[in-house]
């Protein structure tokens, strides 16, 4: 890493050589621009974050050229207890001795969709497949098969995974008749959705929603009081499923799923990234009287019912509970939050940090064009921390005091090197 912090953060890359050859070779064989969105670095702008991970370990990881960085990307998510975390690398491996995919149903997956249903008070049955997104598009279907309705209402630009019928912007290559029965409706108005529920009553087959308000290169926002009860009489009154979509803040709300942080009772839940500390395993969770919805969909694929992941997540839970990682993640958030808050004070930025405690947005004030929350993380990954300039950051159950005063310090640092705005 260049040690000249005087050069100017817009000419200096933070890819070493290892990193920029894995560029050109990137830029060669894959598309590229927004098809792998978020998980692309260039979605953090040009040279911000190293592009590539080699290695990772608890709340660390270990870039293309070798350099060390405490990680408050933590994947999107999936790393929920820290990486390589022994009790699920274990159960993994333990289970991937034996061929992954075997004929029919395998005793882990009845094991974990019982643990899932325990788990969550009110769900009745589980489907477990590999990702969020998978989870989310099948709810939508079991919602709608279920009332015999097509609408499904969603909120604001909120993302809800890779199904193109789901996309928060005009999805290119996809017929515009496809995207007629989803309404984004705005992030806290409850008045509107009441208005929307009274004119289309007989029509909603869903509402989708998640528990928090996270967009890029947006403060996250939580849900009103006033709102949270809309949502509940929208389903009360129209007889549409509600359908909650924990995959992003599952596990890093409420321990029990997000809903018990709003004070809401989901008919369908969906969870994802951190249920198998990065193994390939999620689930839609659904009540008893939406089991007649979920028979009869054709939901499979050749590589779901793989056993390692399985294991994983029942190992994941289990440490989580355990380890109380919830509440590591919240004590851990909330050091780094006041120690954020602090250096910005004494450095003379305006910040705007937002969001519970494990799940951070950190975002500047008067900051138009995002070029100083980049210049921001681009001089906190010289130093050796990651955060994301535009995308909410996770905490794992592995930021202890150690790595927190040590990010601290490097952040007070990337803030002091990062220009406060004109005048
Ligand atoms: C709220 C939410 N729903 C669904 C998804 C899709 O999950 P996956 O990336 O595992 O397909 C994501 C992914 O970021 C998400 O944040």
Sequence with gaps: MSSDQNSSAADWVV?????????????????????YLSRSARFAGEGVLPGFVRDAMGCRVVDADGRKYID????????????????????????????ASMNFFSPSMIELAEQLVERHPGQDWAVLAKTGSEVVTLACRVARKATGRSLIVAFNQAYHGSDAELSPW??????????????????????????????????????????????SFQPTRFAEPGFVRAIAEAGRKTGA????????????????????ALGIDPDLLCLGKGLGNGYSVSALLGRDALREGARGIMFTSSLHFEQPPMQAAMA?????????????????????RAGIEAAAVETGHAIDFSGPPAMPTLLFEDDPDHSRGMWFSREAARRGVLI?????????????????????????EALAATPLPAG
């Design 388 to 412: 994301h300039p535009g995308l909410n950051g996770f905490l794992c159950a592995a930021h202890d005091d150690e790595s927190i005063d040590e990010a601290l310090f490097a952040v007070e």
């Design 72 to 99: 408050f990307i933590c994947a999107n998510g999936p790393n929920l207890l820290g990486y390589g975390h022994p009790a699920v690398q274990e159960a993994f491996l333990e289970q991937a001795r034996r061929p």
């Design 316 to 336: 994941t839970l289990q440490a989580y509970d355990r380890e109380d990682a919830f509440g590591a993640m919240t004590r851990a958030g909330s050091r780094l």
């Design 170 to 215: 005009p999805p290119p290559g996809v017929p515009s008749s496809r995207l007629d029965d989803i309404v984004r409706l705005p992030w806290n108005d409850a008045p509107a959705l009441e208005e929307f529920c009274r004119d289309h009553s007989g029509k909603i087959a869903g509402v989708l929603f998640n528990a928090l308000d996270q967009n």
């Design 241 to 260: 499923a509600l359908i909650l979509d924990d995959v992003r803040q599952g596990f890093r709300m409420n321990p029990r799923g997000s809903h018990h």
């Design 15 to 35: 890819d070493g050589v290892e990193g920029l050859a894995l560029w050109a070779r990137a830029d060669r064989v894959l598309p590229g621009g927004g098809i």
